[in-house]
Each structure stands twice: as structure tokens, then as C-alpha cells.
């Protein structure tokens, strides 16, 4: 099952339970999807990793108009943007701490280094296979300098 058909299950779900908060984020977030499918001169269908990164722009966006509204004491819609961003966050995968991350390009770098001796010249086939497998759960700048230590 895709990312996108379990929102779309979930919604089901939270609208028969009665569930208005988490019935009105996951309608807002399958409107945000079908924007921007059909956005566009060629409509397209989102991939599970498009939708995540839609996700985690939702989740920013929410925790931003949180700490507005806070500023503005406006706490009632503070808490009820922080809420959503959290029921959000349970759709998005676990995020790597720095130890997984140096793991996964620790493994990566010593399966790519048993062809050849690796350069800086390796640095984007090196990116692509560590990121295919971190995928937004680590910063990429962080990731991009464990892999350039790795090569230097």
C-alpha cells in the first residue's frame, strides 16, 4: 500500500471515528497531494518519497505558524498547529541519528572502495548510492561531509 492510499484509508477512518482534528489535517494534506499532481503542464503521479517530502514541508510549515501564533499569544491555534504537525510526523519514518547515518555511508563507502581505490571523482556515485538509502532522514549537507571525509 502506498503512502498516499493509507492517508487516503485513514481519512476514512478518522471521519467514521469522528476525529476532526486528524480528519481535517489529512483532507488538507490529500488536497496539498492533488495540487500538486495536477499542478503542472504534465500531471503526475507522486511517488511514496514525493509524498514524504510533501509530509515534512507540512510539518515545518505547521510548527512555523506554531511559534507565530505563540508570539502573538495566540496559543489556542498554537497548540492545535503543533498537534497537527505531530500527527503528521507518525506518516514520516524514523529520522537517523548521527551514528546511523555514519553507519549507512561507513558501509556504503567500503562496498564502493572494493572495485578501486576512491577519489573525489567518486563523490556523486558515492552521493547517490548513500542517499538512495537515507532518503530524508538525515540532513544531506551532514551526509554530503561524511562522504567527502571519507574520500579525502
Same mark, same amino acid.
Given at each position: 500500500?502506498?503512502?498516499?492510499?493509507?492517508? &487516503? /484509508?485513514?481519512?476514512?477512518?478518522?471521519?467514521? +471515528?469522528?476525529?476532526?482534528?486528524?480528519? $481535517?489535517? *489529512?483532507?488538507?494534506? !490529500?488536497?496539498?497531494?492533488?495540487?500538486?499532481?495536477?499542478?503542472?503542464?504534465?500531471?503526475?503521479?507522486?511517488?511514496?518519497?514525493?509524498?514524504?517530502?510533501?509530509?515534512?514541508?507540512?510539518?515545518?510549515?505547521?510548527?512555523?505558524?506554531?511559534?507565530?501564533?505563540?508570539?502573538?499569544? &495566540? /496559543?489556542?491555534?498554537?497548540?492545535?498547529?503543533? +498537534?497537527?504537525?505531530?500527527?503528521?510526523? $507518525?506518516? *514520516?519514518?524514523?529520522? !537517523?541519528?548521527?551514528?546511523?547515518?555514519?553507519?549507512?555511508?561507513?558501509?556504503?563507502?567500503?562496498?564502493?572502495?572494493?572495485?578501486?581505490?576512491?577519489?573525489?571523482?567518486?563523490?556523486?556515485?558515492?552521493?547517490?548510492?548513500?542517499?538512495?538509502?537515507?532518503?530524508?532522514?538525515?540532513?544531506?549537507?551532514?551526509?554530503?561531509?561524511?562522504?567527502? +571525509?571519507?574520500?579525502?
Amino acid at each position: 500500500m502506498s503512502l498516499k492510499e493509507r492517508l &487516503r /484509508d485513514d481519512s476514512i477512518v478518522h471521519l467514521k +471515528a469522528g476525529n476532526e482534528l486528524e480528519k $481535517t489535517t *489529512l483532507r488538507n494534506i !490529500l488536497s496539498a497531494i492533488g495540487t500538486k499532481e495536477k499542478s503542472g503542464k504534465n500531471p503526475t503521479e507522486m511517488t511514496d518519497q514525493d509524498v514524504e517530502n510533501l509530509l515534512r514541508k507540512e510539518v515545518i510549515n505547521r510548527e512555523e505558524t506554531a511559534r507565530v501564533a505563540a508570539a502573538d499569544n &495566540r /496559543d489556542e491555534m498554537a497548540k492545535r498547529e503543533l +498537534a497537527e504537525a505531530a500527527f503528521i510526523s $507518525t506518516y *514520516l519514518p524514523k529520522l !537517523l541519528t548521527e551514528v546511523e547515518a555514519q553507519g549507512i555511508v561507513d558501509r556504503i563507502m567500503a562496498e564502493l572502495s572494493a572495485d578501486h581505490a576512491l577519489t573525489m571523482k567518486d563523490m556523486g556515485s558515492a552521493m547517490k548510492s548513500v542517499g538512495a538509502e537515507i532518503a530524508g532522514r538525515f540532513d544531506g549537507k551532514a551526509v554530503s561531509q561524511m562522504v567527502r +571525509a571519507k574520500l579525502s
